[in-house]
């Protein structure tokens, strides 16, 4: 069994940039980014905008410059392009509505609170791709809260955050739309999303698994006398020994899994229904705390080992 999950792709061309036509596209980008710019400047201090670009025109202006690319205005492009990770995401309706605005079909053939399935046909083509999720294929992939039989309560990560988000709790057909539009519109249209991995609703996932994490520094009074007049030098001075500074261990060599482990691995997935990459990979960040997996090979071999033994016994390694 192989271990990538191919599944179908539309085809896409890209045609290669004549080298006189290069110089002329970076000038009509930076002229374009000036135009953004002047635009994110003046919508950024408005409460019209998400409060992620509130007062970042510079993340407004990406939004705004990556929008147009898709089709979107500049409000639409604020309003709907998110950022996770450094990568872009949009909504899952906003996928569809790209997609018809091109052309494509995209319909829903069933939903309710345990299943949602909804199919694609790009434009003169006639393959349709078809996606359904189901209430037990999100529980499997790690988006549904679950309680834990130790508490009775939901389940938490070590950061003492719900595993899985809520709204898979309260608003059940909404998020398995979400999942089952978004997984057919990559597939259908992938040069029209220009590789977006990343939906909204994916994004409210990501940030419960991963919240950020603020360090906090020690601002130092600034110096006087000999020592003062030393910094405003710019003469080093030698460092006085530190007092109880405890040297911590070096950390544990990383060791990526063999491909023996990731052939078991991906038998695993399959026995238990996850067939398809994308969900594949969903469930593998979802269940090491990884949002930056692109593949199987980027697991260790202590991630392997515990997402097997989570699949077999419920519950992960300590």
Same mark, same amino acid.
């Given at each position: 069994?192989?271990?990538?999950?191919?599944?179908?792709?539309?085809?896409?061309?890209?045609?290669?940039?004549?080298?006189?036509?290069?110089?002329?596209?970076?000038?009509?980008? +930076?002229?374009? &980014?000036?135009?953004?710019?002047?635009? #994110?400047?003046?919508?950024?201090?408005?409460?019209? @905008?998400?409060?992620?670009?509130?007062?970042?025109?510079?993340?407004?202006?990406?939004?705004?410059?990556?929008?147009a690319e898709l089709g979107l205005n500049p409000i639409q492009s604020l309003q709907q392009i998110f950022v996770v990770h450094g990568m872009p995401a949009i909504?899952?309706?906003? &996928?569809?509505?790209?997609?018809?605005?091109?052309?494509?079909? @995209?319909?829903?053939?069933?939903?309710?609170?345990?299943?949602?399935?909804?199919?694609?046909?790009?434009?003169?083509?006639?393959?349709v791709e078809t996606s359904t999720w189901t209430m037990e294929r999100a529980e499997r992939a790690g988006y549904v809260p679950t309680i834990d039989e130790k508490?009775?309560?939901?389940?938490? $990560?070590?950061?003492?955050?719900?595993?899985?988000?809520?709204?898979?709790?309260?608003?059940?057909?909404?998020?398995?739309?979400?999942?089952?539009?978004?997984?057919?519109?990559?597939?259908? +249209?992938?040069?029209?999303?220009?590789?977006? +991995?990343?939906?909204?609703?994916?994004?409210?996932?990501?940030?419960?698994? $991963?919240?950020?994490? @603020?360090?906090?520094?020690?601002?130092?009074?600034?110096?006087?006398?000999?020592?003062?007049?030393?910094?405003?030098?710019?003469?080093?001075?030698?460092?006085?020994?530190?007092?109880?500074? @405890?040297?911590?261990?070096?950390?544990?060599?990383? %060791?990526? #899994?063999?491909?023996?482990?990731? *052939?078991?691995?991906?038998?695993?997935?399959?026995?238990?229904?996850?067939?398809? *990459?994308?969900? #594949?990979?969903?469930?593998?960040?979802?269940?090491?705390?990884?949002?930056?997996?692109?593949?199987? *090979?980027?697991?260790?071999?202590?991630?392997?080992?515990? %997402?097997?033994?989570?699949?077999? $016994?419920?519950?992960?390694?300590?």
């Open positions: 069994m192989s271990t990538e999950i191919e599944h179908y792709e539309a085809q896409s061309v890209v045609l290669p940039v004549e080298p006189q036509n290069a110089i002329g596209q970076l000038m009509q980008h +930076a002229e374009a &980014m000036d135009v953004a710019f002047s635009l #994110a400047e003046k919508m950024c201090n408005t409460s019209l @905008v998400p409060s992620i670009y509130r007062g970042k025109p510079n993340d407004g202006t990406a939004a705004i410059l990556y929008g909504y899952a309706r906003t &996928m569809v509505a790209l997609m018809k605005s091109k052309g494509h079909k @995209v319909w829903t053939e069933e939903s309710t609170d345990e299943s949602v399935t909804v199919s694609a046909q790009r434009h003169n083509e006639t393959h508490t009775g309560k939901f389940a938490l $990560n070590s950061n003492n955050k719900l595993i899985g988000n809520e709204k898979y709790l309260k608003d059940p057909q909404a998020m398995l739309y979400a999942k089952a539009a978004s997984e057919v519109c990559r597939k259908i +249209a992938p040069d029209i999303l220009l590789g977006i +991995a990343y939906t909204r609703e994916e994004l409210e996932l990501e940030e419960a698994a $991963n919240p950020t994490r @603020v360090k906090s520094e020690r601002v130092a009074a600034p110096k006087s006398g000999t020592a003062g007049l030393a910094a405003k030098l710019g003469v080093t001075e030698s460092p006085e020994p530190a007092l109880d500074r @405890v040297t911590e261990p070096a950390p544990e060599p990383v %060791v990526l #899994a063999s491909d023996p482990e990731i *052939k078991a691995l991906v038998d695993a997935l399959a026995e238990g229904g996850i067939t398809d *990459k994308d969900e #594949a990979i969903a469930f593998l960040r979802a269940r090491t705390n990884r949002p930056e997996i692109q593949k199987s *090979k980027d697991l260790t071999s202590a991630e392997v080992a515990a %997402v097997l033994d989570f699949m077999t $016994n419920g519950e992960p390694t300590q």
